[in-house]
């Protein structure tokens, strides 16, 4: 497929283009351009460079009277000029017009005709293309066709360096998006995951705009079809949760919310392998072979067998795959409103119960607030528990005020009977160090009661520290488990640590109180210690 697409437009005039090419020509190229390999199960290995993660920092949003009171200015969305955007695409467009060869893809964001938007992605790597090939969900031989003007275009241009004298560019590396030209450029950084998660920033902006509540989530389907969410950071068990034999994947990580049901954004899953065994993950673990992009590992240079527990590169090892590797999923990727939504916390403190039963005000305070921590060892200088909080389980690709989406996610349940459930994935018994993790058999016992009916059906007794409605039973589950305070032995030490965590969940939820109503503040932890 090649010079069949015009590029001239964007300014583009380079030799030979290469249209939705196959995973077989992108193997070709991949392996004879940029020095990629095949690992023993067949997939395409290929390495990001020195940037093997997001660059948070180096992310800018183009400030324009259109959209600027719509932005939630701040770390997360930080403001550029309009003309520093034009030299940052300018640099881009410079350096892909050197090139001999360019790889497109177009493909659509979203499984439904109804809200989708048509991407095109321009770069020069041919991983990139195929990583987002995957990614994305594939036109039809018909609709590619008749795709006509993409909504957004990436120019990823990663290769080459951002200006850092360009106002707003403080490195060499630079994330930029403008939503009135509907344009995202890379400069700086090869890392596939900013395409990815540059679409799932621009969803986060026109989908609440549309009032659809975007979300970063992954959702699964019961046989009798009811659906389930799961937010969660990482860590907190999203993707072993929501992948389950008895229950169909929807999608692992981005979807929104529409009159119809939840529609997956992407058409594959970007699976993080570190300690990856057929043991922990088979369904993944199954998945990485051709055609999917596995980043960053390392192998062996004769076995070509991969070695998942090498961090040597990077604790960031990916693997990118069409959702239809996984066998059990649900396709096309859409169900109907979620019957359960369940938001998932590794609290490290040991204080949260394992499970409790959410009021949609509570749903909408620990929504965005996206509570976890982290434990001692995980990150250079923690020592002890640390909590971390990011608004809507995923601040980093939030465009609106979270409250924005906190306000859509309760008005769905109401108008749907959706149930909200807080589940804690981390220590019982004490904090990290003294306790010990949450057993796995007792979570998935907890979430099958959740889909079962189970527990909705249980005695429920409130929480005095943080106000939460917490079950007395749960098929499968110990009673004393249900209880933190049960299995602490040092009880005054309990309620110590417990009145400290509930002291940061308010001091968190300060820079939130300028937009979120009454009914929401009042959902906080009654008792604290201030911090």
Avoid at 99 to 128: Q, T
Avoid at 129 to 144: C, Q
Avoid at 203 to 215: C, D, G, R, T
Wanted: net charge neutral; with cysteine; charged share 20%.
């Amino acid at each position: 497929m090649r010079n069949e697409l015009d590029l001239s437009p964007y300014g583009l005039h380079v030799g030979r283009v290469h249209r939705n090419p196959s995973p077989a020509q992108l193997y070709e190229d991949a392996i004879i351009r940029e020095g990629a390999a095949i690992t023993s199960t067949g997939a395409l290995m290929n390495s990001s460079g020195s940037k093997t993660g997001r660059s948070p920092k180096d992310k800018r949003i183009v400030e324009h009277p259109d959209s600027v009171d719509n932005i939630w200015w701040g770390p997360v969305n930080a403001k550029m000029p309009e003309g520093s955007f034009l030299h940052n695409r300018r640099r881009a467009i410079d350096y892909l017009n050197t090139r001999k060869l360019l790889y497109v893809i177009d493909a659509f964001a979203g499984w439904d005709h109804e809200n989708r938007i048509k991407v095109r992605i321009i770069c020069e790597r041919a991983y990139h293309a195929l990583f987002m090939s995957n990614m994305l969900v594939r036109p039809t031989a018909e609709e590619l066709l008749n795709f006509g003007k993409p909504d957004y275009v990436i120019f990823n241009a990663g290769q080459f360096p951002a200006d850092p004298a360009s106002p707003s560019v403080t490195s060499e590396t630079s994330v930029a998006l403008s939503f009135e030209r509907g344009e995202f450029i890379i400069l700086g950084t090869q890392y596939a995951g900013e395409m990815k998660k540059g679409v799932f920033t621009i969803m986060n902006y026109l989908m609440p705009k549309k009032n659809i509540l975007s979300m970063h989530c992954s959702a699964n389907e019961g046989i009798d079809g009811d659906v389930s969410l799961f937010f969660g950071l990482s860590g907190t068990g999203k993707t072993t949760l929501s992948t389950e034999p008895n229950r169909k994947l929807i999608g692992d990580d981005e979807h929104y919310w529409t009159k119809d049901g939840i529609v997956n954004i992407e058409g594959g899953c970007y699976a993080k392998c570190i300690n990856l065994s057929p043991e922990s993950e088979p369904e993944i673990y199954q998945a990485i072979h051709f055609g999917t992009v596995l980043e960053n590992a390392v192998f062996d240079d004769r076995s070509r067998i991969v070695d998942f527990c090498d961090s040597s590169l990077t604790e960031n090892t990916r693997a990118s795959y069409p959702i239809e590797f996984i066998q059990n999923i649900k396709k096309p990727s859409m169900g109907g409103h979620p019957k359960n939504i369940v938001l998932l916390t590794c609290d490290a403190f040991g204080v949260l119960p394992p499970v409790c039963s959410l009021t949609p005000e509570q749903a909408m305070y620990h929504f965005m607030s996206g509570y976890t921590a982290k434990v001692a060892g995980t990150e250079v200088g923690i020592v002890e528990p640390e909590a971390t909080f990011s608004a809507c389980f995923g601040a980093a690709f939030l465009v609106w005020h979270p409250a924005k989406y906190a306000e859509l996610l309760a008005a769905n349940m109401k108008k749907y009977g959706s149930k909200a459930w807080l589940v804690n994935t981390g220590w019982c018994g004490g904090s990290y160090g003294v306790g010990k993790r949450l057993s796995i058999k007792h979570t998935r016992a907890i979430v099958d009661g959740i889909h079962n009916g189970s527990l909705a059906k249980a005695q429920f007794v409130k929480d005095p520290i943080f106000g939460l409605n917490v079950p007395t039973s749960c098929p499968n589950v110990p009673a004393e488990v249900l209880c933190p305070e049960n299995v602490w032995a040092n009880k005054e030490e309990y309620r110590k640590t417990a009145l400290k965590l509930a002291g940061l969940f308010h001091k968190n939820f300060k820079k939130f109180e300028d937009l979120a109503g009454e009914e929401i503040r009042a959902a906080a932890p009654p008792q604290f210690t201030e911090q």
